[in-house]
Structure formats: C-alpha cells, structure tokens
C-alpha cells in the first residue's frame, strides 16, 4: 500500500521507503510531488478548476502554445484529452478522416490503449478481450532486434509491411501507428532504419504516420526530445499521455492544420480535455524539463545504468537481453540464451525479491519476463547502482 511519494521515492503505509523504478507505469516523468508541478497546480486550483473548454482559459492555449513548439516540422495544433487510449483512439479517427480510407497498419507486440477502438491494434492476446474487436487493422512483423527473425535490419522488416498493404488491403490506407520504443510489449526498439522505409511505404499508399510517444516522449530518452527522432522521421499525428502531466490525467494529440481541418465538417468535444488544473501541470512539467535539463539526465545516468546492466548480464547467464534508451530500459530474462525461452516464473521471483529489498520494479513483454526500468527522471547515479545492486543479490538467490 503506497500513501506518499518524493521525487523517485514511495512509501507504504508503516513508513517503509521504496526506490522507485517503473514511475506509476512510466507516468511520473519529472518526481513524485515535484514541488514545482505541485505549486502549479496547487496556484490554480485556487484559481478555477474546471469549465470545459466552451469558455477560453489561458492555460489551455498557452500550454498548446508551449507544447507545439517543441514539435518538428508543422505539427502545430493540439487536441487535448485525458489518456493514451483516447488520444491513439483520437489519432486513428483523424487518420481515416483525413485520408478517407478505412485500413491501419499496426505491429505485432504493440499497446495502443483499452478502448474498443485502440483494443485492435494491440499485438498480444493478453491485451485483447474475447469479443469482436480489430476490424480493419492489419499487423505487421514486429521489427524486434532480439527475438525477430532479421535481427537489426529494419528494412528487411518494412518488406512484411509493403506485403500487408499490397495482399491485405485495398492498396490503399489510412496510416500506420507504432510506439518508437515498445512499452508495454517489453521496452522493445524499432529495428534500425525501420521507419523511414514504413513511413515512406505508407504515405505513397495515401496513408498518414501515428508516433505513439505515449512512454517516450519528453526527452526520457535521453538523445531526443522524442521517441521518432531516434529514427530520423516527422510524424503526421503525435500522440502523448502519462508523464505528459506527471501523474495528472492529461494527454494529447498533436497533428497538422490540413489533418486538423478534417474534423471540422462535425462537431468535436472532450469534458475534460484541457482542463485548467492538468494544463497547469503540464505546462510545468515542460518548464521542469528544461530548466533541471532532465533529458540530458536522462542520457547520462541512462548510459551509467545500460553499463551496470550489462556487467551484470556477463555473470548471469538467465540475462538474456540489456535495451533500451536513456531511462527507457528492459532487461529480458530467459531460460537459456540460445533457445531464448522465457523466464517468466524467475522474472516474478526477482521482481518480488527486489521489492522486498526496497526496489519497486515493473515488468512485460508478451510472456512478462522483461524488467520494464522506466523511474522517474530524477533517477540518480547512485540510484542505478543500487538498482543493479539489489538485482544482482536477487539474480543470486535463484
């Protein structure tokens, strides 16, 4: 039972203290109560909490303002929302509004979202309720340089994709989503040049190109800003939520004028989306980011933790994968290194060792034998050592 949280510290209810390395689901991007997002939205809370967006507010349109430039290229308008699987249900919307084709291309071992919607492009039957759900999405073999078939050569990859669009579509498309790190499916990265091949098959298929940068985005990465930038691509439709508001239910699609425009023949409306309070605290979380150069953080403390990570990788064999970015990362238990069988009971075992030695981790992939090592941005030096610290001792116990 967590009651209190501090920067990348929770405790539970008798005071005990737990290093926090999965962030509320990669949600708390900047720290738990971050005295700075804490004063934002305490200052407007006091101020006005809510009147929908029929009436103008000045957080709302200064934060768009404030999100959008930092955004490449001419992704310039911004719907706000309240999560991930609304805004990637949003993004899809917007998608075959635009191009006036039906058909999505997605990844296998990809998560969208919960909603009927966004229920179709998840890759993983764990995430797929038994009822009609996926009319007209299509998956693709997923570019994974661990476990799939071409290892690190994304275009090979992007060849299942032009197959897709040419055998199980009319030929044309209405686009195609990705996360540029899998999350959920166990902090996978995109093959190398994977999406530029995708995004250009794409887009001269009449479709348009979703980056779900729901886990990456905010400079947790460490070299980018952005999961897409990794890649060296520009989206048409960005989609954000979780560390977006620190923990408040916050999100965002952001897209182009001409994509934007195809909404405007209905009417559009979300209750809560840009709400004062949430605004307030992604406004500050955006400050926050840049004044405590957390991306840059990121990228150091990041490399420090992959090297420990990897250290420990050559004295225990059951390590079969160290990945990731910045402070992204997942660590694939397996059975054996050469068949890669999934160690999902180990991975259970260590993660409530870890726990119980004051590490709270967090863990997925389809068979749930991947560390998800997701803190919060203010994860320290000292922090990943003790991590790997305690992980070893556990690692030793099986």
Not at 103 to 128: E, F, P, V
Not at 160 to 182: C, K, N, W, Y
Request: aromatic content about 8%; some cysteine.
């Amino acid at each position: 039972m967590i009651v209190e949280g501090k920067m990348q510290y929770l405790f539970d209810e008798k005071g005990r203290r737990y290093l926090d390395a999965f962030a509320g689901i990669v949600t708390v991007s900047v720290g738990h109560c971050h005295p700075a997002v804490n004063e934002a939205v305490n200052k407007q809370n006091a101020l006005l909490q809510h009147t929908t967006t029929i009436y103008l507010n000045n957080q709302i349109a200064e934060y768009a303002k404030e999100l959008t430039d930092r955004m490449p290229g001419n992704l310039k308008v911004v719907y706000f929302v309240n999560s991930g699987s609304e805004a990637n249900d949003m993004a899809i919307m917007l998608a075959r509004l635009y191009t006036g084709n039906w058909d999505m291309l997605c990844l296998r071992n990809a998560y969208h979202g919960m909603s009927i919607g966004t229920m179709g492009t998840c890759g993983q039957h764990t995430w797929k309720q038994p009822m009609p759900q996926g009319f007209g999405y299509h998956h693709a073999l997923n570019p994974d340089p661990y476990r799939g078939p071409y290892g690190d050569d994304g275009e090979r990859y992007a060849a299942d994709v032009a197959d897709l669009i040419s055998g199980a579509t009319p030929g044309r498309v209405a686009g195609f989503i990705a996360e540029t790190i899998q999350g959920v499916g166990g902090t996978v990265p995109l093959a190398t040049g994977y999406l530029p091949a995708v995004y250009k098959m794409v887009r001269e298929a009449g479709g348009v190109c979703i980056a779900d940068e729901v886990q990456t985005g905010f400079g947790r990465t460490g070299g980018h800003y952005w999961g897409f930038q990794r890649q060296g691509v520009i989206p048409d439709i960005v989609t954000m939520a979780k560390g977006i508001g620190n923990g408040l239910p916050l999100a965002a699609v952001v897209t182009t004028p001409e994509i934007a425009a195809s909404m405007a023949s209905r009417l559009h409306f979300n209750t809560y989306g840009g709400n004062p309070v949430c605004s307030a605290a992604g406004r500050a979380v955006l400050r926050v980011v840049d004044k405590e150069h957390r991306q840059a953080h990121c990228a150091a403390v990041g490399e420090h933790l992959l090297r420990r990570l990897r250290g420990l990788q050559a004295k225990h064999d059951i390590i079969g994968d160290v990945r990731g970015a910045g402070l992204m990362l997942g660590l694939e238990l397996v059975k054996n290194r050469a068949t890669k069988e999934p160690a999902k009971a180990e991975t259970a075992a260590v993660m409530e060792s870890m726990k119980d030695m004051g590490v709270l981790m967090g863990k997925g992939g389809l068979h749930g034998n991947v560390f998800r090592i997701k803190p919060p941005m203010c994860f320290s030096h000292e922090d990943a050592d003790f991590l790997v610290d305690v992980m070893d001792a556990s690692l030793c116990k099986l």
